[in-house]
């Protein structure tokens, strides 16, 4: 009987779980198809930002959080437990958004509306599997899958791109470039890496660039004349000058030294 009785209880916990999990998936799937829609549809642009640390952080590790410690307050005040839980949903929406800001204004406003939206929809959506156990499993890993992927997949589209590179120097022209493109240099600890950036944009695309380690963590640069930038480098490796376009025509040269 107490086996049973342990299984029963161990099942419920992780359903409780399982559905916890799939309505972080939801909310942040559903919110990452606002962005691609609002973001004029830009598939790059929409999973660049989707795989900020913060995202996974405010959904999976915020939500969950808010989502628990509403469970218990409500537990409290069966009678009114549906309206307190809409109320503490839509106040811990706000509550991110005022704590963020320090100080309540337009930005928290309209920022805190949409968190209290996807509150409110992380409730439903909990709710919905809360008594099930298979369906909040498999959907809950299915969409954690499916995030995970998008988030490292690369969505960078080329259209007639012809490229040639040296050992200093890379050149690139294409008809469409919506996305990014890395150039590797090796560089020892001690030296420096200067390089830049000659853009012949045809369109009015937009343009950009930054610098990442081997880690994939943002290395910091510094402005020299003109439009020259320089990286100390810290640590011996491969360091990645990251040229990136957003619906951009057109050509860029990128030139660089390492002493």
Not at 62 to 67: D, E, I, N, P, Q
Not at 90 to 114: H, P, Q
Request: hydrophobic residues 50%.
């Amino acid at each position: 009987m107490n086996t049973l009785l342990k299984h029963r209880r161990a099942v419920r916990f992780m359903t409780y779980i399982a559905a916890k999990g799939f309505a972080a998936g939801f909310v942040f799937l559903a919110f990452l198809l606002y962005l691609f829609a609002a973001g004029d549809f830009n598939l790059y642009k929409t999973m660049e930002a989707a795989a900020s640390l913060r995202l996974w952080l405010i959904f999976y590790g915020y939500g969950t959080a808010c989502s628990v410690l509403i469970d218990i307050l409500t537990a409290k005040v069966p009678g009114h437990r549906t309206k307190l839980a809409v109320l503490l949903y839509i106040a811990a929406g706000y509550a991110y958004f005022i704590v963020l800001a320090g100080e309540v204004n337009m930005f928290v406003f309209i920022a805190g509306t949409v968190g209290a939206i996807c509150s409110l929809v992380f409730y439903g959506a909990a709710s919905f599997m809360r008594n099930k156990p298979v369906h909040s499993g498999v959907f809950s890993v299915m969409l954690l899958l499916a995030l995970l992927y998008l988030t490292n997949a690369d969505f960078t589209v080329k259209k007639q791109w012809s490229e040639s590179m040296t050992a200093s120097r890379y050149k690139a022209k294409f008809a469409y470039f919506n996305g990014k493109h890395e150039i590797p240099v090796d560089a020892a600890k001690g030296r420096k890496i200067i390089f830049h950036i000659d853009w012949s944009n045809e369109n009015g695309g937009g343009t950009g660039f930054h610098a990442l380690d081997e880690r994939d963590k943002l290395v910091g640069m510094s402005k020299q004349e003109g439009d020259v930038m320089e990286i100390d480098v810290r640590e011996t490796g491969r360091y990645r000058i990251v040229v990136t376009g957003d619906r951009v025509k057109g050509s860029f040269t990128v030139q660089w030294k390492v002493y």
